[in-house]
């Protein structure tokens, strides 16, 4: 592929947008491609992604301006789609999948780091969604989004203002989970995915459903969405295995590890 690189080390893969000259900016032809290899991830054996930016300028800067600024009013509307499809699938892939933010997030890459499950970044990462100061609005998933994670006020003050973040105040406002020097973001980002790729990948992707299909439900439907996960897991052997050797060792507290799973 042209864009987009994919690699995969051990049950972690990593997907890298490398358009550097562009600032790694989103065009329709670097968002089929993303599309494609999400859909060549070999879910049997990775269990957690990681998505960043080539080079240390830029995660993605934006939209492609030069692609969009001949569009139709029927062009746009198709583009956002393109782009709102495309996140969506991230937000629901079966697996957990990491932003690893280095530099500029503004626009789509802003929107694309929000629809990762959560987000680590580089102390020179800068975020925003500078549409409004372009004459549009934000289209992949900016104006929903950011408002579930920061609340409505800061996602209005950073929307109608256009106003581009630091990592400090993203990390403050609780738009980004961790901040680290640039030279560990690849570091931090891949122990984070290790860690989740040792426990039992039938019970995180279970977690991850619940997670995202209860948070819009009121409590009473969500916990119930929660029960039919949890119930299900017992038909896992990896609930059997992890439980039975829980309890092997649970006279001996100087044995009870962690239950790695990475055999499964």
């Known amino acids: 592929?042209?864009?987009?690189?994919?690699?995969?080390?051990?049950?972690?893969?990593?997907?890298?947008?490398?358009?550097?000259?562009?600032?790694?900016?989103?065009?329709?032809?670097?968002?089929?491609?993303?599309?494609?290899?999400?859909?060549?991830?070999?879910?049997?054996?990775?269990?957690?992604?990681?998505?960043?930016?080539?080079?240390?300028?830029?995660?993605?800067?934006?939209?492609?301006?030069?692609?969009?600024?001949?569009?139709?009013?029927?062009?746009?509307?198709?583009?956002?789609?393109?782009?709102?499809?495309?996140?969506?699938?991230?937000?629901?892939?079966?697996?957990?999948?990491?932003?690893?933010?280095?530099?500029?997030?503004?626009?789509?890459?802003?929107?694309?780091?929000?629809?990762?499950?959560?987000?680590?970044?580089?102390?020179?990462a800068v975020f925003g969604q500078p549409e409004t100061g372009l004459g549009i609005t934000p289209g992949f998933g900016g104006t929903q989004r950011l408002a579930r994670l920061v609340g409505m006020g800061y996602a209005k003050m950073m929307v109608y203002a256009a106003r581009n973040i630091k990592a400090d105040e993203a990390l403050r406002i609780g738009l980004v989970n961790e901040v680290v020097a640039p030279e560990e973001l690849m570091n931090e980002a891949n122990k984070y995915a290790s860690l989740i790729a040792r426990n039992a990948p039938i019970a995180v992707r279970a977690a991850k459903k619940a997670i995202n299909e209860g948070y819009e439900k009121e409590i009473a439907d969500a916990v119930g969405v929660e029960e039919k996960l949890f119930g299900s897991c017992f038909e896992s052997e990896d609930q059997k295995e992890g439980m039975a050797n829980f309890l092997r060792k649970k006279d001996d507290p100087q044995k009870v590890k962690h239950v790695a799973f990475q055999n499964r």
């Open 1 to 124: 592929m042209e864009f987009v690189k994919y690699e995969v080390n051990g049950a972690v893969g990593t997907i890298t947008l490398d358009r550097p000259k562009a600032l790694n900016a989103l065009n329709s032809a670097v968002l089929d491609e993303l599309n494609e290899v999400l859909d060549q991830v070999d879910l049997d054996t990775v269990r957690a992604l990681i998505i960043t930016g080539a080079g240390d300028r830029s995660f993605v800067a934006g939209a492609d301006i030069g692609e969009m600024s001949t569009l139709t009013k029927a062009e746009g509307e198709a583009f956002g789609k393109k782009g709102n499809d495309l996140f969506l699938k991230i937000e629901h892939f079966p697996i957990p999948v990491i932003a690893a933010v280095n530099g500029f997030a503004l626009g789509g890459g802003n929107e694309l780091a929000m629809s990762c499950d959560f987000r680590i970044a580089s102390e020179n």
